[in-house]
């Protein structure tokens, strides 16, 4: 069975930085395009950031382009290294993950099968 597992959210102030980390267990071989979506108190699902295997290629949403890095550790490790937040960061981030054997990096939820329970990261003023 594939667990998805976030840590590192919090409550900060803006201009604050955090660090979120993921790990995907339960699958051999283990390597994945994995993601980062958040959702804020308006309940929609925005696209952060995504690293395909090696982070050979990443993307970025507008909101976070510039802000937060997304790296890579092995093909079951993500991290999202947020920097200058501001309040409208706040929000519960879900870290997702795709078995994937070649580059692609994905932005859609959809194309995702595996995903996190989520951390809240709480940005104060």
């Known amino acids: 069975q594939v667990q998805v597992v976030e840590s590192g959210g919090g409550l900060v102030r803006t201009g604050d930085s955090l660090r979120l980390s993921c790990v995907v267990f339960?699958?051999?071989?283990?390597?994945?395009?994995m993601a980062w979506f958040r959702q804020g108190s308006g309940n929609e699902r925005e696209f952060v950031a995504a690293?395909?295997?090696?982070?050979?290629?990443t993307f970025y949403g507008d909101s976070v382009k510039g802000r937060f890095p997304i790296s890579r550790h092995n093909d079951s490790t993500l991290y999202l290294q947020m920097t200058n937040l501001t309040t409208d960061d706040t929000g519960v981030y879900y870290c997702?993950?795709?078995?994937?054997?070649?580059?692609?990096?994905?932005?859609?939820?959809?194309?995702?099968?595996?995903w996190g329970q989520g951390t809240q990261v709480t940005v104060s003023s």
């Open positions: 690293a395909a295997r090696s982070a050979a290629t």
């Open positions: 339960g699958r051999t071989p283990d390597t994945y395009a």
């Open positions: 997702v993950a795709e078995p994937m054997y070649d580059t692609r990096c994905l932005r859609d939820p959809v194309e995702y099968t595996y």
